[in-house]
């Protein structure tokens, strides 16, 4: 049993040159400190990125709660919660499974435990560097992608370390042939440094032109998930489902078969998220044929997974761990059927720009993958540590509290989405009424995350009070001198074929199957629309669209910096699809033309407040837009915006001091101050006034009217002002 | 045959296999893997790929290629959702006739005006061209005058923006088609600040009819006693 060369071991394993698998006891023991770090970041950026997302979440519903600064409003706190939930939590627990099940499968020990802690720290000095910028103001205000250009090379420069690490040692495995995990984690983390040094590279450093902008933004959110984190999360799926039931994975053809068809597809199904938008025809559809088509890798992996299970009684199913990886499975399950019923043109037109997207991230990151990594979690760590878990009931209480926790959210969510939708489509529906009237739904969804949070608090308190983790630093016991009786060869049985067993031959895949969305989705529309020209207007030949004039520029950096974009989309429908027209949000549809000196471009993918493609010519008024921003229920009442005063001076008027000619006429001002606009707030007006998609285009037509016939918005200067405000529209 | 045991991690409740709860010290006892037994490393078992989800690949895959074609709109940049060709574009572009004629006039203006008039309307003082952009006669409330100038002629002397004109000739272009000669009209009646009504061809067509006996060019008197509209 003990000898390489024996008959009975697979073929390939003879042919290792290190030969001899190495026992598990001491494969565990060279990833204490590097898995260790990772696991123990993870789940403190989970509890603090859960914080952040409670404060944004009651924000939602009470617009003023800790109203007073830049750092903490809505458009900053809610970016650096997903950040901190996906890069810091998400990325680094699944670094974490995938290094611990590349050694354990490769039956190797972990080559350069330094490099990898030294990479582990920098990875979380990355991500705090980067939420402590969104929080500043630095965001790019790209979707995933908001860590300024000071974080995100650190982020990428630890993650080449720790993937150099893991390629070496998947590169040096004893156990020649690949177990299915292995496919998916060897993929995933040949997928990531890819989708997001491309995704930062055209969007920060050299930024593509106009739209092209939001292409690869939706390519990047779209493969984060899809070929990033859900990898790792199905690959741990694919090794606990059987491992802890004891029975063999139903059937490795039937995994290959969905491996192969979720790489091929699930790059291409990204821009679903623009259904609608401002690209030509042919973008949405391809992702919207690709979408269709990722109904086969869910229904193999579901499949699999089920047939596994049922091979054994429940009673062998009650371990935690597996409790958490078949909720886990469950949750991708139905997050897979989610995307492609939300990727259909019917139903996008309802839950585009509504909170159902919301649930739907919240379903694959919390269900999916913080349900799969706990179980992860709570099988690794005493094995890294050699120190049992405390207390099994509180873990249950743990798992019971998280799993309830994201049902409420994740149908509180989809339930305000839906009606939301529904709502925003019926154009007679008043918006500020419909926006406040899921303000119940809102309030559930702060319940869901605060028992979330409370189950994490739990998972904290069974770890710190045991002094679990710290535990760990006495052990530093030898290793128990011989594992090999202790080593449990693979069976023989590989079943069949000894398909995919080759890494060059997988790697080659891996690199096509993204290739093909990279030509398809990025280099074709690049050479389509990333290098348009402004047009000549047929009414007044002026370019279109005009560059903005220097304020509005500033002012759309205040837009950026602010994160409007967490709740106003800037891109309008067209005609027919949903009620953006009916609404008056624009005279016509929105199209890549409109965006081409926008920098960065922000379509925004929810509306808790109105489209602002058009709003420079539906409101004239910069005092309007002052005004709205010092209060907005003073100009729009009932709005659930929140007040943007600290983009305002207050000054106390001494007697007889005239009042400045830019301060605010508010009427319920008290006569010895007054409110003047800070130069912020002035160029976040000009930037506004600057906002206009009113022209006729030759893709875009209108319908002739005596404005358009003449040119009546020609450009993107903003319009002289008066000084009554006349009533929004 | 499962051998992993939820005992091993929470020694507080032991499982049946593990009647003394006292796990770690047992197993530690025991020597041999620390604290924890577990299964084997996974493993996969053959069974057939069912041809039902390969059936269900090709037809999904055929609905994609279908889908695609029938909504890429030509996978043309400029064919945006809902049309699906650019021929559908160009239909649904709203055909302003005023705006295409005054397009074409500018091409006739360009070939035959221009060389007198200057391409920006000005006219030339020095040759004793009058100038078009901002010119009374051609922002006349109708363009009965302007289109008998064009297709007769004119001779001065002429007064235009109080200036006067001596006696240069302006030679009568009747081999114009009545469509051009409304294209260039409609055209110089709304450029360079210009901002009057269209022509319409038919009107060029009854004033050719009208004066198709005259002789000679008009003079700026004649031209003062026809009224500038019907």
């Keep these: ?729 | 045959m499962s051998r992993e045991n939820q005992a091993d991690q929470f020694p507080e409740n032991p499982g049946p296999g593990h009647p003394t709860g006292d796990i770690p010290a047992a197993a530690m006892a025991s020597g041999a893997m620390g604290l924890f037994t577990e299964n084997s490393e996974p493993t996969a078992g053959s069974a057939e790929l069912p041809v039902l989800l390969i059936g269900l690949l090709v037809v999904l895959l055929y609905w994609g290629d279908v889908y695609l074609l029938q909504n890429s709109g030509e996978f043309n940049p400029k064919v945006y959702y809902p049309y699906r060709s650019y021929d559908q574009v160009v239909m649904m572009n709203p055909i302003d006739p005023v705006a295409a004629r005054e397009r074409e006039g500018r091409k006739v203006f360009d070939l035959v005006c221009s060389a007198c008039h200057m391409p920006s309307g000005t006219g030339n003082r020095g040759n004793n061209v009058p100038p078009l952009a901002g010119s009374e006669w051609v922002l006349a409330e109708g363009p009965n005058r302007i289109i008998r100038i064009v297709l007769n002629g004119l001779q001065g002397p002429l007064e235009v923006k109080g200036d006067q004109y001596g006696a240069n000739v302006m030679t009568p272009f009747n081999i114009l088609t009545d469509d051009q000669i409304a294209a260039a009209l409609t055209f110089v009646r709304h450029s360079w600040g210009n901002n009057a009504g269209p022509v319409n061809p038919e009107k060029v067509k009854a004033i050719r009819e009208a004066t198709k006996d005259k002789d000679g060019s008009w003079s700026p008197d004649e031209l003062k006693k026809i009224p500038e509209k019907d």
Aim: one cysteine or more; aromatic letters at 12%; charged letters at 10%.
């Design chain 1, 1 to 729: 049993m003990s000898a390489p060369s024996s008959p009975t071991v697979a073929p390939g394993a003879g042919a290792s040159p290190a030969g001899r698998p190495v026992p598990v006891a001491e494969i565990d023991a060279s990833l204490r400190w590097p898995v260790l770090l990772l696991f123990v970041s993870a789940v403190l950026w989970l509890v603090f990125g859960t914080i952040l997302a409670l404060i944004a979440s009651i924000k939602l519903h009470g617009p003023g709660f800790l109203n007073g600064s830049a750092w903490l409003t809505y458009g900053r706190i809610n970016p650096a919660a997903m950040n901190a939930l996906l890069y810091g939590f998400a990325s680094q627990a699944g670094l974490g499974v995938a290094l611990w099940l590349l050694c354990r499968l490769g039956r190797v020990g972990l080559c350069c435990q330094a490099p990898l802690i030294i990479a582990g720290v920098f990875w979380n000095l990355g991500v705090a560097a980067g939420i402590f910028g969104i929080l500043a103001g630095d965001s790019t205000g790209f979707q995933w992608l908001e860590m300024p250009r000071y974080a995100s090379p650190i982020l990428f420069a630890a993650y080449a370390l720790i993937g150099l690490c893991a390629v070496i040692t998947f590169h040096a495995r004893r156990e020649r042939p690949l177990y299915v995990s292995q496919w998916y984690l060897v993929a995933a983390l040949f997928w990531f440094p890819w989708i997001y040094s491309a995704a930062n590279y055209l969007l920060v450093f050299r930024p593509a032109r106009g739209v092209m902008q939001a292409v690869v933004n939706a390519w990047f959110t779209n493969n984060f998930l899809g070929l990033w984190l859900a990898p790792i999360g199905l690959g741990a799926i694919f090794y606990f489902i059987p491992k802890l039931t004891g029975r063999p994975l139903h059937s490795r053809p039937l995994a290959a078969f969905g491996f192969w068809t979720l790489a091929f597809f699930t790059n291409w199904t990204g821009l679903t998220q623009l259904i609608g938008g401002p690209l030509p025809a042919w973008l949405p559809a391809a992702s919207q044929a690709a979408n269709g088509l990722m109904i086969v890798p869910i229904l193999c992996a579901g499949m699999n997974w089920f047939l596994t299970l049922q091979t054994t009684d429940r009673q062998n199913q009650e371990h935690l761990t597996l409790r958490l990886v078949r909720l886990g499975a469950t949750c991708y399950l139905a997050w897979g059927l989610m995307s492609i019923f939300t990727g259909l043109r019917a139903v996008s037109e309802v839950t585009h720009f509504t909170y159902v997207t919301v649930a739907q991230n919240y379903l694959a990151l919390l269900g999916f993958l913080a349900l799969t990594f706990f179980g992860c979690l709570y099988y690794i760590v005493p094995r890294l540590t050699q120190v049992a878990w405390p207390s099994e009931k509180l873990a249950r209480w743990h798992v019971t509290c998280s799993t309830a926790a994201i049902a409420v959210i994740v149908i509180a969510l989809t339930m305000a989405g839906l009606w939301q939708g529904a709502k925003l489509n019926n154009s007679t529906a008043d918006f500020i009424a419909l926006t406040r009237a899921t303000l119940p739904w809102g309030g559930l969804f702060t319940l869901g995350l605060l028992l979330f949070l409370a189950g994490q608090l739990l998972f904290l308190k069974i770890t710190v009070s045991q002094e679990f983790v710290f535990a760990a630093a006495r052990l530093r016991r030898a290793v128990p001198p011989d594992g090999d009786q202790l080593f449990h060869r693979r069976g023989g049985a590989w079943g069949g074929r000894q398909t995919m067993n080759s890494g060059p031959l997988l790697f080659l895949g891996i690199f096509a199957t993204l290739a093909s969305s990279f030509w398809g989705l990025l280099l074709l529309p690049q050479l389509q629309i990333g290098r348009q020209e402004p047009v000549k207007l047929e009414a007044n030949d002026a370019l279109y669209p005009a560059n903005r004039p220097g304020q509005a520029r500033q002012g759309a950096e205040v837009y950026r910096s602010l994160g409007c974009v967490e709740c106003h989309s800037q891109q309008v429908r067209p005609k027919g699809f949903g009620s953006d027209f009916e609404r008056g949000w624009g005279e016509r549809r929105t199209v890549a033309q409109d965006y081409l000196y926008d920098q960065p471009v922000l379509l925004g993918s929810l509306r808790l407040g109105p489209d602002l493609a058009n709003i420079g010519a539906r409101q004239t008024n910069a005092i309007w837009h002052l005004i709205h921003l010092y209060q907005p229920k003073s100009t729009s009442p009932g709005s659930m915006m929140p007040p943007y005063a600290f983009l305002f001076e207050k000054r106390q008027l001494r007697w007889g001091e005239a009042r400045s000619p830019d301060a605010l006429a508010l009427t319920d001002a008290p006569s010895a101050e007054e409110i003047v606009p800070r130069p912020e707030a002035e160029a976040l007006a000009a930037y506004l006034l600057s906002l206009h998609s009113d022209v006729p285009l030759f893709e875009a037509p209108m319908p002739l009217t005596k404005t358009n016939v003449v040119g009546a918005a020609t450009t993107n200067a903003p319009t002289t002002t008066t000084n009554s405000p006349p009533p929004p529209k």
